[in-house]
T-cell receptor, first 114, second 113 residues
């Protein structure tokens, strides 16, 4: 199993450009998350999804949109990139077990906006 | 959302036990405590989790106080490869009955040779 795969791994954007980050998981997990991590900081939750067709805002949702059209994929979109969105983006997925479940993370997408 | 507080950094001698504390004084009764670590800039890696009982697995032990307001992650015999940032996370329940992981800033553990 590949686990959680993020595409692309690196990207440089110009201010105002748009792009979509793809997260794919092959574990049939219901929940998926997008985080950003700035230098020297912890991960901050951008958006998350508890199932196909549903999304919800996290701690820092402004400037981002997401979609979960298929259970295995969670897309993060930047409509008009800004330098403040320069960061490393991590995707994660978990089962929906209410009792306990670990999150599996992708290897990250390093995005630079110039 | 329940927040966690951790020391910014710690050092530990190789071969000794590393004890990493975490405060989560606003934790609710049904919220789990999770520990993850992040090596360099890789994706976080799951270590262990617990609700109210102490837990142990092949990687670490988790000690949760009786009032659940704090916990300690124990790496029994730290190695150089354990140098990483360790995150204590409370899995927060949302009003819709789902849950989400909220990360703090973590503890940067440096294992010294």
């Amino acid at each position: 199993n590949a686990g959680v795969t993020q595409t692309p791994k690196f990207r440089v954007l110009k201010t105002g450009q748009s792009m979509t980050l793809l997260c794919a998981q092959d574990m049939n997990h219901e929940y998926m998350y997008w985080y950003r991590q700035d230098p020297g900081m912890g991960l901050r939750l951008i958006h998350y999804s508890v199932g196909e067709g549903t999304t919800a805002k996290g701690e820092v949702p402004d400037g981002y949109n997401v979609s979960r059209l298929k259970k295995q994929n969670f897309l993060l979109g930047l409509e008009s990139a800004a330098p403040s969105q320069t960061s490393v983006y991590f995707c994660a997925s978990t089962r929906s077990d209410i009792r306990s479940t670990e999150a599996f993370f992708g290897q990250g997408t390093r995005l630079t906006v110039v | 959302d329940a927040k966690t507080t951790q020391p910014t950094s710690m050092d530990c001698a190789e071969g000794r036990a590393a004890n990493l504390p975490c405060n989560h004084s606003t934790i609710s009764g049904n919220e789990y405590v999770y520990w993850y670590r992040q090596i360099h800039s890789q994706g976080p890696q799951y270590i262990i989790h617990g609700l109210k009982n102490n837990e142990t697995n092949e990687m670490a032990s988790l000690i949760i106080t009786e009032d659940r307001k704090s916990s300690t992650l124990i790496l029994p015999h730290a190695t150089l490869r354990d140098t990483a940032v360790y995150y204590c996370i409370v899995r927060a329940h949302t009003t819709s009955g789902t849950y989400k992981y909220i990360f703090g800033t973590g503890t940067r553990l440096k294992v010294l040779a």
